[in-house]
């Protein structure tokens, strides 16, 4: 892909916490009125809420956890499942402390997927870093009470600690699920589970749900694009580097949409609305969404390399047809994200029309819906509905094509 006149200066961020926290708590207004439920009595209603779900405990010791941790194949914890926001040194030095201090540390929770095969529910953060620290992958910094052992890895502690912190345990809630395929009248369970289990501090938000319940072709479609050089650039998130999944920069860790998996919710609701329109969908965006991710999970590696052509042949002409700076109204300093749903949308039900031998008199149309105070509102997405969005892919049409 040719990414001439790259923009520059990707270093401000475009989207504060709040801003985006916005966007997901948004996700719920999208709606398309529905029939008036069968009404249930409190019996029935009780009857058909309670999670099939079989409870067992475990207690790992360290030495025992770290072999399970090294055999994915029994203790999940692939890459695909890890939140952006990771513990720094400190905060992970500082669960090794307690640890040697002997302080109570909360279980974490497992879901047994197979007989003795499982995948991390909560306490994902404290197992991967003791993991890490007992392969020696980082040391000991922060440290309130051992502060003699500030600066040591490990196999650098004095044996009697070594074996001490070896013999130390961790409690694993284990549950079991009878039933984790739900159709439209059930209740998911495992994202239920995911959605209230998680206690390690920050809540995982709606993405960060998807990319943990979904691992597939199609979610490795999400992150790579939304790491690719031209969607960075749009979006001013610092550019992909070969050692990023070891050595994160700072810049990039602390970037709102990236660590939030904002970016690559922006990916998913283009699918998501394009297929919404498509097929004449109902529900709210968050649950469209959802459906999404469940329709494209069994999706062949071909039927993804497919849909992220799309992507990206929608994203560059976009891209070079609105002078580098696509999604921007006038007058405003950072691409909009009905503007982008819209335009992306549109494109892509007019994959044979060529808009940049128009590229003049699209800015023109564009501006003048700008200025024009309906249009404006539709383009701003200040309606929320499926109707809404419609109109706006409309009018984005209109944009394009005149």
């Known amino acids: 892909m040719s990414e001439t006149n790259r923009i520059e200066d990707k270093t401000p961020q475009l989207y ?22 069968t009404e249930l009595s409190i019996e029935e209603k009780y009857a058909r809420t309670q999670l099939r779900i079989v409870r067992t405990t475990m207690d790992f010791s360290l030495h025992n956890l770290r072999q399970s941790l090294d055999d994915s194949s029994y203790i999940n914890l692939s890459p695909t499942y890890q939140r952006r926001h990771r513990w720094d040194i400190k905060k992970r030095s500082q669960l090794i402390e307690s640890f040697l201090m002997n302080i109570p540390i909360p279980p974490i929770f497992l879901f047994e997927n197979d007989y003795n095969r499982y995948e991390v529910m909560d306490g994902r953060q ?8 007992l392969n020696n992958l980082f040391a000991l910094r922060g440290l309130d009470f051992w502060k003699e052992l500030e600066g040591l890895r490990f196999k650098e502690l004095p044996s009697t600690i070594q074996r001490g912190l070896l013999r130390r345990t961790l409690s694993a809630v284990v549950l079991l699920a009878e039933t984790t395929q739900p159709d439209d009248s059930e209740i998911d369970v ?12 920050i809540q995982l938000n709606p993405q960060e749900l998807r990319n943990a319940l979904y691992p597939c072709p199609f979610n490795d479609l999400l992150i790579s694009v939304s790491r690719s050089d031209l969607f960075c650039d749009i979006w001013r998130i610092p550019r992909y580097t070969p050692d990023e999944e070891d050595s994160p920069q700072r810049e990039l860790t602390q970037n709102t949409l990236y660590k939030s998996m904002a970016d690559c919710e922006l990916v998913l609701r283009f699918f998501a609305i394009r297929e919404t329109l498509e097929l004449d969908l109902k529900g709210s ?18 039927e993804v390399r497919k849909l992220k052509q799309l992507y990206q042949f929608c994203l560059e002409k976009l891209y070079r047809t609105f002078d580098n700076q696509p999604f921007m109204l006038p007058k405003m300093s950072r691409p909009s994200r009905p503007l982008y749903d819209a335009l992306m949308v549109a494109m892509s039900r007019n994959q044979e029309y060529d808009p940049l031998p128009s590229k003049t008199n699209i800015l023109k149309r564009l501006r003048a ?34």
């Open 285 to 302: 965006l968050r649950r469209l969404m959802d459906q999404c991710m469940i329709r494209h999970f069994k999706d062949t590696e071909d």
């Open 16 to 37: 504060d916490e709040e801003e985006v926290q916005e966007w997901f708590e948004s996700q719920e207004e999208i709606t398309q009125p529905k029939s008036a439920p």
């Open 190 to 201: 495992r994202m239920i589970l995911f959605k209230r289990l998680n206690t390690g501090g």
């Open 369 to 402: 819906a700008a200025n024009d105070p309906e249009k404006y509102e539709i383009l701003v997405g200040r309606g929320n509905t499926i109707e809404a969005v419609k109109e706006r892919v409309t009018l984005a049409e209109w944009i394009l094509l005149g």
């Open 126 to 133: 404290r197992l991967q870093s003791i993991k890490d620290f």
